[in-house]
């Protein structure tokens, strides 16, 4: 692998993969790096139904036709965790395999799923607790899981998780959905969803697999038994390795302006990881495609 790309993109997201079609597209010479499997968060979803030009894709299905169209552009791709970026004299960013230099540097990290941080999370992640149906829902064909939270995202992923298990029951600590109206009248017209308003997990339980929780509700303390938990309650940006740059707000994200610039000259940032007022698919695809731009506007 090259150790100079005229532009190093960090994340082979939905942002980070469309930047990078568009830059090989002008002959722009450009990197991917991933610390995982491309497609980013869109890996995590079911079904999409809100992405134009399809009535209904499964997100890893979007994920294979997005790599597709990279390899027909010949994108080099990189596995390794990004440790740290500097831009004070030499650009480069340092991954666990290496360092790479660039010109331009495009920031599509993503998010991640937030924990809970009740005890008992850590043991079980892997073993009856999880952060994604699609990936680990099958396993649990025909038993009883719990999905906690109740925005979009639960409630979807919770439809995927009803057409699998016997039962699927929603813990939201809230009275009442204050989503997506579509989506709170699927899951109340769907006869093997249960939701418990007002409630919180407190605790896991098991011993090498996830056996019960310990949920508080409006009639008290109770201990409930589910194969499996999906913990669905917001993401927080993957932003850990840019702390020591001047360019996020309060809440880690990632602060751009309208051409998805950052305050430091060359480096550029796209899709959930910025500051944005909408995190969806089509805006991920938005702003790769006006980061590479505002790129090749540059040469």
């Known amino acids: 692998m090259k150790s100079h790309f005229n532009t190093v993109i960090i994340g082979a997201g939905v942002a980070g993969m469309t930047t990078a079609l568009y830059l090989r597209r002008a002959g722009i010479d450009c990197v991917l790096l991933e610390s995982s499997a491309p497609g980013g968060q869109v ?3 079911s079904d999409i139904e809100n992405y134009p030009g399809f009535l209904s894709i499964s997100g890893p299905d979007l994920a294979i036709h997005l790599m597709e169209q990279l390899d027909r552009v010949d ?61 680990d829902g099958p396993m649990y064909k025909n038993q009883e899981v719990a999905v906690i939270g109740g925005g979009d995202a639960a409630l979807k992923e919770a439809l995927f998780l009803s057409k699998i298990c016997s039962k699927v029951t929603i813990i939201y600590r809230q009275e009442r959905f204050s989503r997506s109206e579509y989506l709170i009248d699927l899951v109340q017209k769907c006869p093997n969803i249960e939701v418990m308003y007002s409630s919180e997990v407190l605790e896991f339980y098991g011993d090498d697999h996830l056996e019960s929780v310990l949920v508080s509700t ?10 499996a938990v999906f913990i669905f309650i917001g993401e927080i940006p993957n932003t850990n390795f840019l702390k020591h740059l001047d360019i996020l707000d309060e809440n880690g994200y990632i602060i751009v302006d309208e051409t998805r610039k950052t305050s430091i000259p060359g480096v550029y940032a796209a899709g959930d990881v910025i500051a ?24």
Not at 88 to 99: A, D, P, R
Not at 116 to 124: A, N
């Open 43 to 45: 890996l995590r979803t």
């Open 75 to 135: 994108n080099p791709y990189q596995y390794g965790e990004v440790i740290d970026v500097q831009v004070s004299e030499e650009k480069k960013v340092i991954c666990t395999n290496g360092e790479i230099t660039f010109d331009h540097l495009c920031i599509a990290s993503g998010r991640n799923p937030r924990k809970l941080g009740v005890p008992g999370e850590e043991k079980f992640m892997g073993h009856g607790i999880s952060y994604c149906a699609t990936c």
């Open 218 to 227: 409006p009639n008290g303390e109770q201990k409930l038994t589910f194969a």
């Open 276 to 299: 944005k007022s909408l995190y969806q698919i089509v805006t991920a695809v938005s702003d790769g495609a006006i980061a590479a731009q505002s790129i090749i506007d540059e040469e």
